[in-house]
Structure formats: structure tokens, C-alpha cells
């Protein structure tokens, strides 16, 4: 088998062909014949795309029946448009006229996939840093920890991410500062958990940012204690902040190569767009850097965290001229996650005497920016995991539509989002679809958190957690994502989580509630047309239909009809977007 692995960049700007009007596009083959010259024998094509399985779901709307998938076999490209879909007979008027063809011998072509929960500067970040992802015990993670420290000089941070008690074999508890003190007693440590609102900090760490046992709890945050009062050196939430500012600022230089190294990481798992739920001003002037180089990899839409809000509410949404970057939305923090049990719950937690907490963001903090953002034509995106922090946070979602005259919001088309909402009340499922609100969840976190999650809720709530399919049947769009660097970041491990509900390995717990998995048909919309349409691009974008931009993912394995194992075992061996081959791995 011969391999060929290309990596380029995008070092192109091409105007975005909206439609105007909103009208719904034609179908595929209807649009395909129109789009032929019937006194041309040869059309002309930048790219054809023949001898595939081509998959593509039509209609962006949610109906409680199986979504209708539509089937071809070939597609055109011109202009970073489809021109032609349809089958490899009629293809043949595009053969002669076009630039490039590739035969793909029945490999699997999709509408380009989305990641719409992820944070792109952790993603090339974790490439250059200690990562204890995957690890199977404690002590094995510890013995990681010490190793890098060795080559830490003294004085300097030791750091890294991705550690995850739920996993380890031999203890499945939260890191502590005495796992570590011993050998970091002149290095100071920030390592956060996998979840990225928790982190473990060691004594030197503690020290430095004067934080002591009589230091009380931040409002939406807490240094955990022992027994005894004495600092653990986990701490959550706000509790991070003291830590977060003493940390050796960070060049631009590194931050952008983040930046590229995320893209390019992404680009080479097939992900043709991502949405990044909570990028500062500072990265986004980098990316923008990035854009006019030539050098983005794939496109994102921008959530700016709340505590930047300001400058986007002054201006309204904008976005480049060939629509790579859309700074449309405000990321809004509001409980912690459930595995640190710091998700905020109505009822305490079954294996705790706490319900966790709120006011990452209070509402005298965000009731102003809700205002703003329905001023401006604004997307919010709020974290909530917990059920009492997602039923408070469409209180005041409603709060904020009431107290604005509709004749004062710059759109009534809002499409605000709940990112994660884990778990999720029956009342609150009919509310949100009343509501039109969009959820935003990720399917790994379901299957990752089967090691915790019965323990954490019991079995009554469990019953509510992470019910995609009664939420869909409820006509509630669900759009999916990774939460990379949280997890993996992997398309495959998304699409597999959302049709089995199962382990990696294919097991499964007690009470997990297996009819809540998805259909392929469904899953395949979780992650085109409906993250297209949470962005307001669907239009443009999230399927294969002329006139529609041309991005596409295409899988050596189909994933309608390959086994969920093999699914895990495929391979992205094209990604593409606005036409260009960003990356390939060809011929298999």
C-alpha cells in the first residue's frame, strides 16, 4: 500500500455565494441536470469526485421520523462550489472538462464534519505539553508527572493536562498536592483535570498565590479540603483564577502556533469546521493573523468568553469576506462538570452532601450581555451540565426576551445554545423545545462517563442524562461536538458514542439507557446540516447540494452500514474545504 500524506493550507480568500432570499436550495439531482449545458459535451470543474458514496442529509429542520439521507456517487467543484451531485453516468459530462479527478473507489464522502464544542488554542496546545490522556492507573500518571518534571529547570512551572481519575484501575480518586510535593518542592505545578475547570496545584503552587487554609471558597469556585481543613491541592472553578494569573505570560509566537498545530490536527481527522466555545480577543487577532497568511486549515465560528464580551456587544457580529472565521456568539460559564462534582444538580449528589455550584458567571454579570447580545444579533452558548444550572439558565434566558420589546432585539431568529446539558429534566426537555433553544452536547462525554455517572446521579437521574434521541424527537436540534482538549476530538469516537452508547470497547453499564443512542441518519445531521444551522450557515453550508460551499470529509469506511468497531478503525483519507484539498492520505 502506498501512502502519500499531504498537509496544506488554505492561501485563498473567495467570496461566500449566500442565498439571499433564505429560500431552500433545489435537491441535489435536480440542481446537478440544471446546472448542465445541454450544447456542451465537456462542463468545466476545478475537482470531480467519482465512483464514491456519497452521503448527504437535505433538510436541516428536526421531524420526530427517521431523517431522509440522500444517496450519489459523484460530485463537481468549481469555484469552491458544488456545481455537479449525482451519479457516475451522468458525471461523465464532467470528466473530460475538469481540472482533477479522483476515482475513490467507493470510499465514503460526507458533508464536511463539524466540531461544534471545541477549544482550538488547547487542542495545538496539548501537542507541546505533558498529556496524561490515557493512562489506566494513578500510579502510572504520577510516574508521567515526576518524569517531566525532571526536565523542568527550578523555578519554572511544571505543566500539562488530561488527567482523569475515572479511568485509573488501581484509585479512582482526585490528585492531590502529596502525590506530588516531593518532587516539585522547588517547582511550582498547574495541572488541569481533563475537564479543564478543575486542576491540581501543589504546595509551591499554593504558596506563590498566597492561598492558605483560611482562604474562603470564591463565589462559583472551591479549594478542596481534607478532613481536617488542610488544602488538597484540587481545586475548582474560580479557584483556578488565582493560579491562572501567576503563570509565566505566554508570547504570541507560542499561542499562534497553538493555533495552527489545533487546525492542523483537526484538518488531519477530517474536520472541516469547528466551533470554538470560548476564544479570547487575543487569539482570535492571531487567527485573523493566521487567515490573511494563508494559513487556516479548516473554518471557525467564535464564541468570545463572557469576561470579553464588551467589544463584540459595542460592534455586532462580523466575519471574513471568504467566511473561514465568524465571530458571531459569547460563551457563557455558569456551573462546573459533573465528573469533578462540581455540576450544579437540584438534589444533592447520590455519593456527596453538596449540589455543587453555580456563579461562574452571576446574574447580575450576565443579564446585562443577554440584553446586549438580543440588541446586537447575538448567539449565546452557555455551559451547564446540572440540572438546577440549566433549568436557572432559561429562567433567565426568558427573563432577558421579556424584559427587551421584541421590536428592540436586532433579530427574533436567536438560536441560543446550552452547551453540554447533561442532564436534563422532562419539564426542561419540553421547555427547551418550546423555546427553541439548541443544545450543544458531546457524545464521548456520555460513554466516558459511565464510569462515574451512575455513582454521581443514581439511578432516577440517570435516567434524564444525556437523552439525544427523546430530545431530537421532541424536534430539538442537537448539535455535537468534542469538547477537544477535553476528549480526544476524534470524529470516529463522536459518531461511534452517538449510535452505540458504549464503551470503546463496546461494554456498556447497568441503567445506562441504550435507546437514547441515535440512528446513523441522525448522527450523521448531529454533525452537518444541524451545526450548519446553530451557525447560521446553513445555507451555505452542512450538505452537498449545488450552489452549496464545497466541504466535504471523506472516510476510507462507510459509517451507514460498517459494524460501530470498524467505524474506530477507519481512517479520514481527504479533508476539503471551499474546494481545496487541505489534507489527504491518497491512495489507500
Not at 452537498?544 to 466541504?551: E, L, N, P, Y
Request: net charge negative; hydrophobic share 40%.
Amino acid at each position: 500500500m502506498i501512502l502519500n500524506v499531504l498537509l496544506v493550507t488554505a492561501g485563498y480568500c473567495l467570496s461566500a455565494s449566500a442565498n439571499a432570499s433564505g429560500n431552500e436550495r433545489p435537491g441535489p439531482e435536480g440542481a446537478a441536470r440544471s446546472a448542465v449545458s445541454e450544447d456542451s459535451s465537456c462542463q468545466s470543474a476545478d475537482l470531480l469526485l467519482h465512483n464514491a458514496r456519497v452521503y448527504t442529509p437535505i433538510d436541516y429542520t428536526v421531524h420526530e421520523s427517521e431523517p431522509v439521507i440522500e444517496r450519489f456517487e459523484a460530485v463537481a467543484i468549481k469555484d469552491g462550489t458544488f456545481v455537479f451531485v449525482g451519479s457516475n453516468a451522468s458525471a461523465e459530462a464532467w470528466r473530460c472538462g475538469a481540472s482533477e479527478v479522483i476515482d475513490l473507489k467507493e470510499s465514503a464522502v460526507y458533508p464536511g464534519f463539524t466540531d461544534s464544542h471545541q477549544h482550538l488554542e488547547g487542542v495545538g496546545r496539548r501537542t507541546k505539553t505533558l498529556s496524561l490522556f490515557g493512562i489506566a492507573t494513578l500510579e502510572e500518571t504520577v510516574a508521567q508527572i515526576r518524569g517531566w518534571s525532571k526536565g523542568v529547570a527550578e523555578g519554572d512551572w511544571v505543566m500539562g493536562r488530561g488527567w482523569i481519575e475515572r479511568e485509573w484501575e488501581d484509585e479512582q480518586r482526585f490528585l492531590t498536592r502529596w502525590d506530588v510535593d516531593a518532587f516539585t518542592e522547588s517547582k511550582p505545578l498547574f495541572m488541569p483535570r481533563a475537564d479543564g475547570v478543575s486542576a491540581l496545584v501543589n504546595s509551591k503552587a499554593l504558596s506563590l498565590a498566597g492561598v492558605t487554609r483560611d482562604t474562603p471558597d470564591p463565589v462559583g469556585g472551591r479549594f478542596d479540603r481534607d478532613a481536617e481543613g488542610e488544602l488538597t491541592g484540587y481545586v475548582l472553578g474560580r479557584a483556578m483564577d488565582p493560579f491562572r494569573a501567576i503563570l509565566p505570560p505566554e508570547t504570541n509566537t507560542y499561542i499562534k502556533d497553538n493555533l495552527l498545530r489545533g487546525m492542523r490536527a483537526n484538518a488531519s481527522l477530517g474536520w472541516t469546521a469547528t466551533h470554538d466555545a470560548g476564544m479570547s480577543w487575543r487569539e482570535l487577532n492571531l487567527l485573523q493573523e493566521l487567515h490573511q497568511e494563508g494559513q487556516m486549515a479548516h473554518r471557525v465560528y467564535v464564541a468570545v468568553p463572557i469576561s470579553e464580551a464588551g467589544p463584540l456587544i459595542a460592534q455586532g457580529p462580523e466575519q471574513t469576506e471568504d467566511g473561514w472565521i465568524a465571530l458571531n456568539a459569547i460563551k457563557v460559564f455558569i456551573d462546573g462538570t459533573l465528573g469533578s462534582r462540581g455540576a450544579a444538580l437540584l438534589e444533592p449528589y447520590a455519593d456527596a452532601d453538596h449540589t455543587g455550584f453555580m456563579n461562574r458567571t452571576t446574574k447580575e454579570a450576565l443579564m446585562p450581555v443577554l440584553a446586549g447580545a438580543l440588541a446586537k444579533g447575538l448567539q449565546i452558548m452557555t455551559h451547564v451540565i446540572g440540572d438546577r444550572a440549566l433549568r436557572t439558565t432559561l429562567d433567565w434566558y426568558e427573563e432577558a426576551w421579556d424584559a427587551l420589546p421584541s421590536g428592540e432585539w436586532a433579530k427574533t431568529d436567536l438560536r441560543w445554545r446550552l452547551e453540554h446539558a447533561q442532564i436534563i429534566p422532562a419539564q426542561d426537555q419540553e421547555r427547551i423545545a418550546r423555546m427553541n433553544v439548541t443544545l450543544s452536547m458531546q457524545p464521548s462525554h456520555a460513554i466516558g462517563d459511565l464510569n462515574f455517572a451512575p455513582a454521581r446521579l443514581g439511578d432516577d437521574r440517570l435516567a434524564l442524562a444525556y437523552p439525544w434521541r427523546p430530545l431530537i424527537k421532541q424536534g430539538i436540534p442537537v448539535v455535537a461536538g468534542s469538547d477537544a482538549p477535553v476528549e480526544a476530538g476524534d470524529p470516529r469516537i463522536e459518531f461511534y458514542a452517538a449510535i452505540t452508547r458504549q464503551r470503546l470497547d463496546g461494554s456498556s453499564g447497568e441503567g445506562w439507557h441504550p435507546e437514547f443512542a441515535v440512528s446513523r441518519a441522525q448522527a450523521l445531521k448531529m454533525f452537518t446540516v444541524w451545526p450548519a444551522y446553530s451557525a447560521f450557515q446553513e445555507i451555505d453550508r452542512g450538505s452537498i447540494q449545488v450552489g452549496k460551499r464545497a466541504d466535504l470529509t471523506i472516510f476510507d469506511t462507510d459509517f451507514m452500514t460498517a459494524t460501530p468497531a470498524q467505524i474506530l478503525k477507519s481512517r479520514a483519507i481527504m479533508t476539503i474545504v471551499d474546494g481545496k484539498i487541505i489534507f489527504k492520505v491518497w491512495p489507500v
